[in-house]
């Protein structure tokens, strides 16, 4: 198993505000707009340089998408921020008919998805989000794995010409990805290679996965680990790669195992190379207030629930 | 002026007949809002908008005009017809199946003078504010257009947009509302009332105009009217009374012709009511 270590933990979503600073001092087309969540998005350092082309719009969420769709026209990049179910499924028919179906380059960044909101509850934990933003045509939908991996994310779609679905969150966690990495959508990065599972993990995840990998390692199981961090279009061709050398896979995300990365590579394998598969994401539930790491525990989103489903899942190979 | 109002007003009957043999084409549609809209598209296509029919999805120096109930895109596809953004005989297209004229406006299947689709309701206000920014932005002193239906105004978004316009003094922005009083269930006053649109808008912070919408006349200079009070620190809402059907005289009067599409026989009728001005498609 490659060694993984990190020196700091920092929040995605400063990975987010740090690229949109960089991605609006590169291109003057860049503009950003927030529904009253300035500081949580952490958009403050654009809005000091950039204060004309930042719009503050209110609480009013389905007035921003409207907004963004509409600054397109004349050549803007629009990049909106609020917290994911806000900029989700509140906004999903805005999105649908003024983004989506208009094909504008709109770029929804949506933060603190997920159980890892923590205390907030339910109310604010979106687990739906990934389902609901895949199945809208064209929609590019990216969930990256660390600070440095958002930041180079955030950069990436501002030079995608295109409607796209960035998805982040509130918790520091490890920073161990690249800080000069270059963010490729729609191209998976290899964590390590192995040969008796495969082990595909999105956003918070992916350190969990590493974790998870550690600890296979020392039962004699040699995992391959993959960060698929562009859910949509989906790298079908280094998954199948993998898959066709272990025989076997775990997914794993911060997400409702209906609708999300789990259910796109399931469909990838029936159709390609049938494959026992093992899924842990949340089962169809809503989340409840709580520290981040005590709902992951409790919602089975932790490094153990991995290395169970992946010694299930060698189990039921063939 | 650049026609007369005898020239407009059979511009506007071409746009009638056209409205009325695509929907009785195609078996659906919505002709009333479409007929009673003919004069306010004629009046802003024909005498008020500045655009270049080789069309360019970003506008730069145009005016813009986004129709947020687009149900009636009849009247909107007849209108960029005969204003040369495409051939009228595509008209014949309407609502079938390959063709570029949904049912509801798209950009999707690349048709000249559309910029963002709309039909499912109360969204165009904001796209047009999100135009309007970045014209500002752009140094782009030009214009940015919208049509709503007042049933539509019933949709919540509209009033985010109608709060968040004059706070941030768009001050380019003309909105006008369909004011026809009838929505798919009946009268807008038994379905739920909007009570007084211009003491909202005005409390909203908006200058508020009112013309009548089915006198070119009235609405040419309602329009040219409401181009001179911009500039000023606020949006303007011309409330533009109609009456669905407007030009058809069993249509009028009643929601009843929302959306329904008129028989042979009913065709007829509506037909020799409605000059041939330009030629039929």
Not at chain 1, 85 to 110: E, L, P
Not at chain 2, 58 to 67: A, M, R
Not at chain 2, 205 to 214: E, R
């Amino acid at each position: 198993m490659k060694k993984y270590t990190y020196t700091e933990k920092k929040d995605t979503r400063s990975g987010f505000g740090a690229g949109l600073h960089e991605a609006g001092k590169k291109n003057e087309n860049v503009v950003a707009l927030c529904a009253d969540l300035v500081g949580s998005l952490k958009m403050d350092a654009f809005i000091k340089d950039f204060p004309e082309r930042f719009t503050q719009v209110g609480i009013a969420e389905a007035n921003m998408i409207g907004i963004a769709a509409g600054m397109t026209i004349g050549g803007k990049i629009p990049f909106t921020g609020t917290f994911a179910n806000f900029s989700t499924g509140r906004v999903y028919d805005q999105i649908r008919q003024s983004v989506a179906y208009s094909n504008k380059n709109v770029k929804i960044c949506a933060s603190h998805a997920g159980l890892t909101l923590g205390e907030d509850g339910a109310t604010h934990q979106i687990l739906e989000d990934i389902g609901l933003m895949k199945m809208l045509p064209g929609m590019v939908v990216i969930n990256p794995c660390d600070y440095n991996q958002t930041k180079a994310a955030t950069l990436a779609i501002a030079e995608y010409e295109g409607p796209v679905y960035l998805r982040f969150g509130r918790p520091v966690i490890p920073v161990f990805t690249d800080p000069d990495q270059k963010f490729e959508i729609g191209k998976a990065w290899m964590v390590n290679e192995g040969t008796d599972v495969t082990i595909i993990a999105t956003g918070h995840m992916v350190w969990k996965a590493i974790e998870a990998g550690e600890k296979l390692a020392e039962l004699g199981i040699d995992a391959e680990i993959i960060n698929i961090h562009t859910i949509k279009p989906l790298d079908d061709e280094a998954i199948l790669k993998s898959v066709k050398k272990t025989g076997c896979v775990v997914t794993c995300e911060e997400h409702n195992k209906f609708g999300g990365l789990g259910e796109s590579v399931a469909r990838l394998l029936t159709t390609e190379l049938p494959t026992p598969q093992e899924f842990v994401a949340t089962n169809d539930t809503f989340g409840e207030s709580g520290t981040p790491d005590q709902l992951m525990s409790k919602y089975g989103l932790d490094a153990v629930n991995i290395v169970e489903a992946a010694q299930k899942v060698i189990g039921r190979k063939k | 002026m650049k026609h007369t109002i005898k020239e407009l007003e059979d511009i506007a009957s071409q746009i009638r007949r056209d409205i009325v043999r695509m929907v009785h084409g195609c078996q659906s549609g919505h002709p009333g809002g479409s007929l009673g809209c003919a004069d306010f598209f004629t009046a802003l296509y024909f005498e008020v908008l500045n655009y270049n029919t080789d069309f360019k999805m970003d506008g730069v120096g145009e005016d813009l005009f986004f129709l947020s109930n687009g149900h009636i895109s009849p009247v909107w596809y007849s209108t960029l017809a005969h204003a040369g953004f495409f051939n009228k005989s595509e008209l014949a297209t309407f609502r079938k199946l390959d063709s570029r004229l949904q049912g509801h406006p798209t950009t999707h299947e690349g048709l000249p003078g559309i910029r963002v689709a709309s039909g499912s309701l109360g969204q165009g206000m904001s796209v047009a504010i999100g135009a309007a920014l970045t014209k500002r932005l752009n140094g782009d002193k030009s214009y940015v257009f919208t049509l709503h239906g007042d049933g539509e105004l019933q949709e919540g978004q509209n009033w985010e947009a109608a709060m968040f316009a004059p706070f941030h003094e768009l001050d380019t922005l003309i909105c006008s509302v369909d004011y026809n009083g009838q929505q798919i269930d009946g009268p807008t006053k038994k379905v739920l009332s909007l009570d007084s649109l211009q003491a909202k808008f005005e409390a909203f912070g908006w200058h508020v105009i009112n013309t009548d919408g089915n006198d070119m006349q009235a609405i040419v200079e309602g329009l040219h009217y409401a181009k001179t009070l911009t500039g000023k620190g606020k949006p303007i809402l011309n409330l533009m009374s109609t009456q669905m059907g407007a030009g058809v005289d069993y249509m009028m009067g009643s929601h009843k012709w929302h959306g329904t599409a008129p028989n042979d026989e009913q065709l007829a009728a509506a037909l020799a009511q409605l000059p041939e001005t330009l030629g039929d498609y």
